[in-house]
């Protein structure tokens, strides 16, 4: 039988063990990394305007023009995965639309939320995006009204 102080004792032992079990849990869920963004991107904004863009690990370059960038963080919401990054001063949002991380939005981010903001542009490793479709496509994802 156990006295009064051992069960709080195992009680505690086990509540911390669940606590850093539930922690490491939603590290692997977060699942990003900075590799996620690196290579070859095919982008589209708004105006329609294509590009192409190149992530390396510190920079990335954009139609021969070269850009530093920094990856400041990353996050699960609404069930999109997103890298937070800075990019000459400003705070974008890198949001994975699926699961097999081909498809990014890249968002000017409005404050503290990093799924709210401009969608800057659309991203994807495999075709030429399309700004209007995408939109449409992921606006409950990305919560465009």
């Known amino acids: 039988m156990f006295t ?3 069960f709080i004792m195992k009680k505690r032992t ?7 079990g539930l922690a490491l849990l939603v590290l692997a869920a977060c699942g990003l990394k900075k ?14 305007q294509n590009a192409t863009i190149n992530f390396s690990d510190k920079s990335f370059t954009m139609d021969g ?3 530093g960038y920094k990856v400041t963080g990353k996050g699960f919401e609404n069930s999109v995965r997103y890298l937070l990054v800075k ?23 409005d404050g503290d939320k990093p799924l709210k903001g ?23 994802k990305l919560g465009i009204v």
């Open 35 to 48: 590799a996620d963004l690196q290579g070859k991107w095919y982008v589209q904004d708004a105006t329609g």
């Open 118 to 140: 401009r969608i800057a542009l659309f991203l994807s490793k495999s075709e030429k995006p399309d700004y209007e479709k995408y939109a449409k496509k992921y606006k409950d």
């Open 87 to 109: 990019i000459d001063g400003d705070d974008y949002t890198v949001a994975f639309l699926e699961k097999d991380k081909k498809t990014a939005a890249l968002i000017k981010t």
């Open 14 to 20: 086990l509540l911390l063990v669940i606590s850093l």
């Open 65 to 67: 023009d070269k850009q």
């Open 4 to 6: 009064w102080r051992e």
